[in-house]
């Protein structure tokens, strides 16, 4: 249904965690975090969690996710065994994450086989209400909205920069944002316009960071 209400569209949250872009071609998926959203909330209990087995030992950067090594990355399973989860979790999906867009570059690189029906960006969002605010980050937008405690609460044993306890948080911090700027109303289209981003290079309607008439 096109004009559904946004909380009533096929909603995931996604994190992914990497190896840094200065890899470039050669970027490994570390961690993967998807989050169903249920009534505009995490729904924690059919979320999908797992580490992801690179294949090589992973040098520690300053930018490293806490807590990944590369003795704890060998055991968990590769990229090829999570695969047929992921694509079952996200193709035809809305996959809600904080600055998708650098998530996506890699999921699509190495996983072109998945096809969303499209990315939603809460950090867009954000920009559109705190548009002189230079702390739009993930962790600090869900300190500014006091989320933070309730991330920890449903992520249990998660932590900042690990990609289950960053899905949570951005399935929080996008129920927050559109009921801030839009109230219950608007429609996943409408949603969609605003804070959309390009999946390979299609067209999004107004990129000028203006916010677009709605109704």
């Not at 909330?41 to 806490?66: K, L, Q």
């Not at 920069?161 to 951005?170: C, E, I, N, Q």
Request: aromatic residues 6%; proline residues 7%; contains cysteine.
């Amino acid at each position: 249904m096109p004009n559904q209400l946004w909380m009533a569209a096929p909603l995931v949250a996604f994190d992914l965690e990497g190896t840094g872009g200065q890899d470039r071609e050669n970027e490994a998926i570390l961690e993967v975090g998807v989050v169903p959203l249920a009534g505009g909330r995490p729904d924690v209990d059919r979320a999908y969690h797992s580490i992801v087995n690179p294949g090589r030992r992973i040098p520690r950067r300053p930018w490293s996710p806490p807590g990944l090594t590369s003795d704890m990355l060998a055991l968990g399973p590769t990229l090829d065994h999570i695969l047929p989860e992921l694509m079952a979790r996200l193709n035809g999906a809305y996959i809600v994450g904080h600055n998708v867009t650098v998530d996506w570059r890699l999921l699509s690189l190495r996983c072109p086989g998945i096809r969303p029906a499209a990315l939603i960006d809460t950090l867009k969002l954000a920009r559109l209400i705190r548009s002189g605010s230079r702390r739009n980050s993930l962790t600090a937008l869900l300190t500014h909205y006091q989320l933070t405690d309730e991330v920890f609460h449903l992520a249990v044993g998660g932590q900042p920069h690990r990609a289950l306890w960053d899905a949570v948080g951005a399935g929080l911090l996008l129920r927050t944002l559109v009921e801030k700027l839009f109230g219950q109303t608007i429609t996943v289209d409408k949603l969609r316009q605003v804070a959309g981003v390009p999946i390979n290079g299609e067209a999004m309607g107004d990129e000028s960071g203006q916010l677009p008439l709605l109704f």
